[in-house]
């Protein structure tokens, strides 16, 4: 399956997670058996997930502060949970180049959201980058 796929994955879960009220444990699951994720599919998706739930607050706050105007919890659902997971990539998995992190987000954002979502995500996200670069 590789990369994207365990992306959209832990996206989707963290969806649940945030709109359905669902047990992160119960999500994981959940996209597990419908996506038949095995080996390192699943454990790429377990840690994307595991590591934006506990960095959840860190990442809302740094989102807050690059989205000008735009309040983490006015969001649409599926763009505040694909920055979440794209900021965790871009902030904590260092072997990941932060450009391959956008692309993928702004790539999700195109398939699972509306027509500006790519570009709001890849504004802010953008903006992180050139932070952390500094």
């Not at 095995?38 to 998706?45: H, Y």
């Not at 990442?59 to 505040?80: C, G, N, P, Y």
């Not at 920055?83 to 398939?111: F, G, H, W």
């Amino acid at each position: 399956m590789g990369r994207r796929q365990s992306r959209e994955s832990a996206m989707q879960v963290l969806y649940q997670v945030d709109v359905g009220k669902m047990a992160v444990n119960e999500a994981l699951q959940n996209i597990q058996e419908q996506f038949e994720l095995t080996g390192p599919d699943l454990e790429f998706t377990g840690q994307l997930v595991y590591g934006t739930m506990e960095k959840l607050a860190e990442l809302d706050k740094t989102m807050s502060v690059h989205s000008r105007e735009w309040q983490v919890e006015r969001m649409a659902a599926v763009d505040r949970n694909i920055l979440r997971l794209a900021l965790y990539e871009m902030l904590y998995i260092q072997e990941i180049p932060p450009n391959v992190s956008i692309n993928e987000a702004v790539e999700m954002a195109k398939r699972f959201s509306g027509e500006e979502s790519g570009r709001f995500i890849n504004g802010i996200l953008g903006a992180v980058a050139r932070q952390i670069k500094v």
